[in-house]
């Protein structure tokens, strides 16, 4: 007979068997995978101490040289569920942010020598069954019942000994449904399957419509840092940022974002310290997929998307490469107010108007002046800028050299930023006409972020400039797959089907556009483009008509003299050009434009010179004179000819 000391942990109403590797709750045994028991005992030896994440993988995966911070968060989750009673598990294992985890709980260390011969008899089996070593990861339990039962030896299919067996064997059975149940209601078998997601704006449960941003900025943060990772795609902030103010359908929003699930919050304050309560619900049935809690101090609400990403992942169940898991935990800003400014300069941005790009130009310089090291702010700049110049509401010359300054600047901050990139490649091409350094950029945004839609809808853009036009679609339906509610993406497949003299099809995809928004100006000039080259003059001048009301009139006005010209209304041609004149004395009007109404009634001397002045003045438009329909009158003009080639435009390989 010999005796043996054993060690045990206790912790609350746990108490974790060191030898045997078991782990109870009160009377009830708490199955663990091998590596998830030893990351409970690298807590428990260094309780209240926060323990590194790279000491953690050293401990769990001696074996690995290196572990992806989403297989530590995938165990922690693990953990954190098997040792939980409401949010206990979370309060008893805190997060870090960037550093590791701290163990809340008191632990008691204690040992025992008992006879062992004793031992073998009060269990009555010989030796001691160990039955809670599930694989590493657990998909059938019909494979961890077989395995632990081979554990249990053929002593025991005695007469006397069968209903110990038996009970062995429910133990083994109740502890693989134990293990579903914990896990299951945070990971279900159709959680694995979710490969896109749309983070709506979080609500908040207080009266404080202040908070409404902050319940933005979470989604947006939480958006930009799950769109770095290449096996989940998530939709934009422009995508769901119309969903702020409704309490519809959640599966419903699902489906009509096309993704498989939704992440939905609510933010709760009181005092000092913030609550937000999550889920992710299935867009197929509405049923709940996952969810989760967690607390902060006020001070620190930009850590929230550090939580909440990180389960996410691990609920998700998600291996991410190091570049990935790297972006996953950076943080672009800690200044709250930061945040509010960047998603009102890309809420100003996104309307494509000289009003809204002005606007987001503001908000984005005091993001800028509470944070000088926030490089996505910078991008934004940039963009602004760069569709001032685009757009010809500023000369180029003064809006593109802008754009470069801040893009620099961008990528001086950071180097792997999909969007300074992207902004880099659209100056590079509407500016600098560097086509090649353009498509190198546009390829390097893709390569960091293939999730970013304007990379993949510039790029397109590139590809129908060379003529590329089964390429250039490819990338535009990538674009919609990865933000199906962008109206200026939406609006672009019917521009390429334009430029390709698909009329019919332009037209119909262009109006499907305007389902959107009726008064989506850029769709609208489409579709009069392509009404004009239809032949369905009356309707191009109808809505040509209604535009040169608006804002940006003076691009509409030249769009009906063209329309006029091409039906035969020559003297009406005429006063709409007049008209353009008058409108000169008071603001700018693109070289471009006048040419577009010159070339319609003949006067090729007229347009040339117009377009010699285009060239001068570096306008973007000069990128579509390869394949815009309305100069087509020119293609055997000489000095039509001359100029395509000084402006050198992308060739079709």
């Not at 998830?36 to 040289?65: I, Q």
């Not at 206990?88 to 025992?112: C, D, K, M």
């Not at 990528?411 to 590079?428: I, K, N, P």
């Not at 010209?565 to 005429?574: N, Y």
Request: glycine share 6%; hydrophobic share 40%.
């Amino acid at each position: 007979m010999s005796r043996q000391t054993k060690q045990f942990y206790e912790f609350g109403n746990f108490r974790v068997d060191v030898s045997e590797r078991l782990l109870w709750r009160d009377e009830e045994k708490v199955p663990l995978t091998s590596k998830v028991f030893d990351l409970l005992m690298a807590f428990l030896e260094n309780s209240h101490r926060t323990v590194e994440k790279g000491e953690l993988c050293r401990r769990v995966w001696p074996e690995s040289k290196v572990v992806d911070d989403a297989n530590l968060s995938r165990n922690i989750f693990i953990l954190r569920k098997a040792i939980s009673d409401g949010d206990n598990g979370r309060r008893l294992i805190e997060t870090v942010p960037r550093r590791g985890y701290r163990f809340l709980a008191e632990v008691r260390e204690l040992y025992e020598e008992r006879n062992r011969t004793s031992l073998e008899e009060e269990s009555g089996l010989s030796p001691v069954v160990k039955v809670e070593e599930f694989t590493e990861t657990v998909d059938s339990p019909d494979q961890q019942s077989t395995e632990a039962l081979s554990q249990i030896p053929h002593s025991l299919f005695s007469v006397k000994r069968i209903a110990i067996a038996a009970a062995s064997l429910l133990v083994v059975l109740l502890a693989a449904l134990l293990y579903f149940l914990i896990a299951g209601r945070a990971r279900p078998t159709s959680l694995s399957q979710v490969r896109s997601i749309a983070v709506i704006p979080f609500k908040s449960l207080n009266a404080y419509p202040a908070d409404d941003y902050l319940g933005l900025a979470l989604a947006d943060a939480l958006i930009t840092r799950m769109g770095s990772i290449r096996q989940v795609v998530v939709r934009p902030t422009s995508s769901v940022r119309r969903f702020a103010s409704e309490d519809g359908d959640t599966a419903a929003i699902g489906r009509a974002l096309k993704v498989d699930g939704v992440l939905e919050g609510s933010i709760q304050k009181s005092d000092d310290r913030i609550r937000i309560t999550v889920q992710l619900i299935s867009s197929a049935d509405g049923s709940h997929l996952w969810a989760d809690k967690f607390d902060v101090i006020s001070a620190n609400a930009l850590s929230l998307e550090d939580h909440v990403a990180e389960e996410l992942t691990g609920a998700l169940t998600l291996k991410l490469s190091g570049d990935e898991a790297k972006r996953l935990a950076e943080h672009q800003t800690e200044n709250v107010e930061a945040y509010k400014l960047y998603l009102k300069g890309r809420y100003y941005w996104n309307r494509r108007d000289g009003e809204g790009f002005k606007k987001g130009i503001e908000c984005f310089q005091q993001a800028i002046d509470l944070d000088p090291g926030y490089a996505l702010v910078y991008a934004g700049l940039a963009d602004c800028y760069n569709q001032l110049g685009n757009y010809q509401i500023e000369k180029p010359e003064d809006a593109f050299p802008k754009a470069r300054a801040a893009v620099a600047k961008a990528l001086e901050l950071d180097e792997d930023l999909a969007e300074a990139h992207t902004s880099l490649a659209f100056g590079l091409l509407y500016y600098d006409w560097n086509y090649p350094a353009a498509e190198a950029e546009f390829k390097r945004a893709i390569e960091i972020n293939p999730n970013y839609s304007t990379a993949h809808h510039w790029y397109s853009i590139y590809l129908s400039l060379a003529g590329r036009f089964d390429e250039s679609l490819a990338q535009l339906r990538r674009a919609n797959e990865l933000d199906p509610l962008s109206l200026i993406i939406n609006m672009r497949e019917g521009s390429l089907y334009y430029h390709a003299r698909r009329y019919d099809e332009a037209i119909a995809r262009l109006e499907k556009a305007l389902e959107m928004n009726s008064n989506f100006a850029p769709a609208l000039s489409y579709l009069c483009m392509a009404y004009t080259e239809k032949g369905m003059y009356e309707q191009a001048i109808e809505g040509y008509r209604k535009m040169s009301e608006g804002p940006g009139g003076e691009y509409m006005l030249s769009g009906l003299a063209h329309v006029y010209a091409r039906a035969g209304r020559r003297k009406e041609a005429r006063k709409t050009i007049a008209r353009l004149k008058e409108l000169s004395q008071s603001v700018r009007i693109s070289p471009i434009y006048w040419a577009i109404a010159y070339v319609a009634i003949g006067d090729d001397d007229e347009t040339m010179k117009w377009m010699e002045r285009a060239y001068e003045e570096r306008e973007s438009w000069m990128l579509y004179l390869n394949i815009d329909p309305r100069f087509d009158p020119l293609r055997s003009d000489p000095r039509f000819r001359s100029l395509i080639e000084r402006v050198g435009l992308p060739q079709n390989r």
